[in-house]
DNA sequence: GACATTACATAGGAGTCCTATTTATATAAT
DNA sequence: ATTATATAAATAGGACTCCTATGTAATGTC
């Protein structure tokens, strides 16, 4: 029993422990998680298409029409032409829409409760192997391309001697840490792939104890 | 924004893909990805009634109900009389549940392929903060008692000098490390309240990187 | 200009998921 | 013993998820 098949099964314990907790608010919110995902995407990201959506959510295009129309019912989200295109619909979320979201989290606060019992160091370490797995499944076509730093052009990894903010980030130009790796990005902005294979390779060799280990010098 | 929200984040993502991944699989195995959960359940740990299985699952007795028709009706499960309890249910796969189950998978190779990718180490850090994460919501009572080591009576926790193994299972008599431990072991028992809290602290208090920094002697 | 492609909608169907309620049994309190 | 209460599961009802397959319109290609 290798520690891979413990790890997904614990990926898969805290999916399944999501999940459920996003249905728990249904009665709070009157949205389902299908329908609590698209909105929160679309405020955080702008108008997008409905295509793009069902990408995001990782279900098919039909399931995400399906739950458009009926958040577009609850008068949260209003379907406009996009100029570029004829065909395609833009998704914007209403005021109500808006106001709604504030309500709304993604995630439990037992859960951020649970990360927050970790140790620094722990969550560094945490929030490190979850990106370097991401970005894997990203790198195989298994998920949409993040807003990550790892896939970031911002992104240089181990440029500093500075063991605890080894990184930086040419966007708001300042080091930092791997606690300050982030997965969703507002900033974000593709590298082009030479580059983002030879960013993380430096990211991904990097020793797991960096952050810890001093370094020969 | 503090990293226990982009740690949410990378969870939520990965939950997001596993629960995607599992509907892909509906063509190959029938089964949805509630009715695999259910019939996995009952293999890894017996026969079992409707309302355990609920919560294991982490939905309610009636869509458990459901979902166990589905399954009865699809000739992999049978229900039988309860002996201790005439009101209740026990579930038993059938033969053809359990060669059903062989196919089925609650992860997707790549998923398994990305943890690989992973340094040593690296795993070892991932599966430390998950079981953390996990026995702290068990702890909280959101979800139901996982079979694992931080709650089991065999475990013990920092029993050993050696930093590669520091742990020992009084189960199987053996001194393992943080990559072996376990959230779904067979033989697990729940330890008692105090001594769980005890080598639970053990455990928790541990620096994070106990097993690459040499101890002081 | 014909042909394939793309964006979305719709149809059809099994299943998920909830709350509320019913039926039967078990347990507790009188 | 006899109610009263609690528990195990089934059922009803309804919104929604999620799929595949297909239709419609606009776009891109040669």
Known sequence: MPSSTQIANGLSK????????????VEDTGLTPTQSQILLHLIARGADRITAVAEEIAVTQPTASDAVAALVRKGLLRKANDPADA???LLHPTAAGRRIAKDLALWPDVLLGAVDSLLPDEQAALLRGLTKIIRDLQHQGAIPV?????????????????PETPHHCDFVNAAFGEARLRLDCGDHEAAPPSAAAAAWQQFADQKASTSKAPRPR
């Not at 805290?14 to 608010?25: E, I, M, N, P």
């Not at 990894?157 to 500075?162: D, I, L, V, Y």
Request: proline share 3%; charged share 20%.
């Open 146 to 162: 993040q807003r990550m730093c790892a896939s970031c052009r911002f992104f240089r990894p181990s440029a500093h001697e500075n």
């Open 87 to 89: 065909r395609a619909v």
């Open 14 to 25: 805290l999916g399944t422990f999501l999940r459920a907790s996003q249905w728990h608010r």
